[in-house]
């Protein structure tokens, strides 16, 4: 009886050690995976439609900039809807609780946040993480910035201005270390002002795997 004791005090301890990373290990992958998907269905649609309406530069609707936008969230919604959401499998389109941009709910229960400037977009891994968001973890940020818009600066937007639908990269400056620096605001380091806005870039710059250095915890 004693050893049969000590074996499953021992199996115990294994499991209890072991189980918090696997479970940690799902989230990661479960994160990741729908990351790629929402890349990749994005600019698929994007493709789609140039094929129909012509290049990026030529549809892409100009609302101004964050600070001060010039659509309304119907433009915008209506906009989505004929050059993006036909070639999307998504469920319902809302405007947001605030206003301040339009809901797009997926087939998979993630959720997109277009705001009323259009080019920065948040992306939610699914409804709960609306309630309660943390950047790197439920809540992402992605931009679909193919032009540069008045009242931007260039060097600041020398990697987010592209034609596709790409991971967040204002303020980068094109390497690895930048992405993780405590001395950049957005990026996804461990500084308790780090907006952690380039955790996107960085867990797309891994080949779409969240690193060993990643300071958000799963």
């Known amino acids: 009886m004693a050893e049969i004791l000590i074996t499953l005090g021992i199996i115990g301890v294994v499991a209890a050690m072991t189980i918090p990373v696997l479970i940690a290990n799902h989230k990661k992958q479960e994160v990741v995976t729908k990351l790629e998907k929402v890349y990749t269905v994005m600019n698929q649609a994007i493709k789609m439609s140039e094929v129909e309406n012509g290049a990026v530069e030529h549809w892409y609707m100009d609302c101004g900039i964050s600070s001060s936008p010039t659509c309304s969230t119907e433009e915008v919604k209506d ?4 050059y993006l959401g036909k070639y ?7 405007t947001n609780d605030t206003s301040t941009g339009i809901l797009i709910y997926f087939s998979d229960g993630s959720i997109i946040n277009m705001p009323r400037y259009i080019y920065d977009i948040a992306y939610y891994t699914n409804e709960k993480a609306m309630k ?10 992605f931009r679909f910035s193919p032009v540069l818009l008045q009242g931007q600066v260039a060097d600041k937007n020398k990697y987010t201005v592209k034609s596709t639908f790409e991971p967040y990269t204002y303020s980068w400056d094109g390497t690895r270390e930048g992405l993780t620096t405590t001395s950049n605001q957005y990026a996804c380091s461990t500084a308790e002002n780090s907006k952690r806005t380039l955790c996107t870039k960085l867990i797309q710059y891994e080949g779409w795997q969240i690193p060993k250095d990643y300071p958000i915890k799963f």
């Open 79 to 82: 906009w989505f809807k004929n």
């Open 88 to 94: 999307l499998n998504i469920t319902k389109i809302v």
């Open 132 to 141: 309660n968001p943390i950047t790197g973890k439920n809540y992402f940020i």
